[in-house]
Structures are given as structure tokens and as C-alpha cells.
């Protein structure tokens, strides 16, 4: 649905009036494309690149957390496990 305009299910009888009118939507598509300033072409590609590095962040940090919460059970289990001194058994 465009602009609340249904569109035309295709048929054998209607096949090319669906051809033009999605013909039509491209160029509308393209024009619009045209018209939006070189500006703001380099406005739209910051943003998508900084939600991007945002992503890769949360990714990034998630998986730091796993590896501290990790590490951290491992010195937990090597205090109650009754090696000694931790930091000597960590660097085995």
C-alpha cells in the first residue's frame, strides 16, 4: 500500500499496468533520492555508521562482561579449592 492506494494484484490482464505503475513508484523513488542535498547524504551515512559502532560496542561489552564474570569464577574456584595464593595459580 502507497499512499493509501492499494496496489494492483497481478494478473495476465493487468500485468503491464503493473509493470508501469512500479515503474512510476521507482522513478518517484529516484527523484526524491535526487532532490535530498549532498549534505545531508553525508548526515545520513554519520548516523548510520555511528548506530553501526554502537552496535559493535554493546557487542563488545557484552562479551567483556562475559570474560570478567568468567575470570572471576575461575579465581573463586581456585580460592575455595585451596591452591594458595591466586595470582600465582592464575598465571598457570
Excluded at 508501469?20 to 555508521?49: A, D, H, N, P, Q
Amino acid at each position: 500500500m502507497l499512499n493509501g492506494v492499494e496496489e494492483p494484484i497481478p494478473s495476465p490482464g493487468n500485468l503491464q499496468e503493473v509493470k508501469i505503475e512500479k515503474w512510476e513508484r521507482s522513478m518517484y523513488l529516484m527523484t526524491m533520492e535526487c532532490s535530498i542535498l549532498e549534505v545531508f547524504w553525508g548526515f545520513i551515512l554519520r548516523v548510520k555508521l555511528q548506530a553501526n559502532f554502537l552496535k559493535i560496542e554493546q557487542f563488545f561489552a557484552k562479551n567483556e562482561n562475559v570474560e570478567t564474570s568468567n575470570l572471576l569464577a575461575k579465581l573463586i574456584f581456585m580460592k575455595y579449592r585451596g591452591r594458595g595464593n591466586i595470582i600465582s595459580n592464575n598465571r598457570n
